[in-house]
């Protein structure tokens, strides 16, 4: 009796143990879902290199654009390391960042942080965030930018320019400093304005707009709009324009009024426009005074 019921036992156990193995099994193999949630979440943190190339429908390529990532398959693509090129008649603009966001449904590039455009020509763009807008062949900012190319330094808060960099808007708050090889005087000539400035570096030209202030050696020159015009081979200011309210003042504080002055770099001679007055100082010469001209070397 007593051996019969350790025989049944033991049988019981081995059916209890045999059912838990197989139960272990099914839910650990069989399944496959240990493994399995494993594999996902070292994917999920896998980091990949991303490349695109966008191409018009002439052929033409608009847009490289490449950087590490961690959802390459997405739509908006969140990247680090990025490094764009931003084609226009095939010459690349190189632009760097340390993180950016691709949209692949628009093309359009979101960059920020220590963001550098250089063109071919050595124009160098330097903002925290920029927008690059393939299609359109611009690109934009809201933030401070700082644009330097030739002799030439121009800082601003926001603006828009084509892909070379060749036309740039700035929208306000502009500073430009023009570096002087003057061996009489270093002194830069520096220009500001309320904004905007509209500078066409292919065509040699700045147009600045409301509260333009310029001052070099010589004196101040103030106006509602001052236009320069560059010589493209010296890079040398060739004439300025400068309209409303003009007032140039010397060193001495010797002052001149008028409606419009025009300065003819190359003859040394400044037209006057308008209604004008002339405030001297006594003891002063006018002749020696001089008239300060931005840029003037």
């Known amino acids: 009796m007593i051996k019969r019921f350790l025989i049944i036992s033991l049988i019981v156990l081995f059916v209890y143990v045999g059912f838990l193995s197989f139960k272990l099994y099914v839910g650990a193999s069989g399944s496959g879902l240990g493994p399995a949630?494993?594999?996902?979440?070292?994917?999920?943190?896998?980091?990949?290199?991303?490349?695109?190339?966008?191409?018009?429908?002439?052929?033409?390529?608009?847009?490289?654009?490449?950087?590490?990532?961690?959802?390459?398959?997405?739509?908006?693509?969140?990247?680090?390391?990025?490094?764009?090129?931003?084609?226009?008649?095939?010459?690349?603009?190189?632009?760097?960042?340390?993180?950016?966001?691709?949209?692949?449904?628009?093309?359009?590039?979101?960059?920020?942080?220590?963001?550098?455009?250089?063109?071919?020509?050595?124009?160098?763009?330097?903002?925290?965030?920029?927008?690059?807008?393939?299609?359109?062949?611009?690109?934009?900012?809201?933030?401070k930018i700082s644009v330097k190319k030739d002799n030439i330094d121009v800082d601003g808060q926001g603006a828009r320019g084509d892909s070379q960099l060749k036309k740039v808007q700035f929208h306000k708050n502009v500073t430009v400093v023009i570096q002087s090889d003057d061996p009489k005087s270093n002194v830069p000539t520096v220009i500001t304005c309320d904004g905007p400035l509209d500078l066409h570096y292919e065509q040699n030209i700045a147009h600045f707009n409301k509260n333009v202030v310029a001052t070099d050696h010589r004196g101040k020159l103030t106006a509602d709009h001052m236009d320069v015009f560059y010589d493209k081979v010296t890079r040398r200011v060739d004439h300025i324009v400068a309209t409303g309210n003009v007032v140039i003042t010397t060193p001495e504080g010797n002052a001149t009024y008028a409606d419009d002055v025009t300065y003819l770099a190359k003859e040394g001679r400044v037209i006057m426009g308008g209604s004008t007055e002339a405030v001297y100082f006594p003891g002063t010469n006018p002749e020696a005074g001089g008239v300060m001209i931005p840029g003037e070397k």
Do not use: C, W
């Not at 943190?45 to 390459?72: C, M, P, Q, R, W």
């Not at 084609?87 to 920020?112: M, Q």
């Open 37 to 143: 949630v494993e594999n996902v979440q070292s994917e999920a943190h896998k980091v990949y290199s991303f490349s695109f190339s966008k191409y018009a429908t002439s052929g033409k390529k608009e847009l490289e654009i490449e950087g590490d990532t961690a959802n390459i398959l997405a739509k908006i693509v969140t990247l680090n390391n990025v490094i764009a090129k931003a084609y226009a008649d095939d010459n690349p603009v190189t632009i760097t960042s340390d993180e950016g966001v691709f949209d692949k449904s628009t093309s359009t590039v979101h960059l920020a942080n220590n963001v550098v455009a250089t063109t071919q020509e050595g124009a160098r763009l330097i903002t925290n965030k920029l927008d690059i807008h393939p299609t359109e062949k611009s690109m934009d900012t809201e933030d």
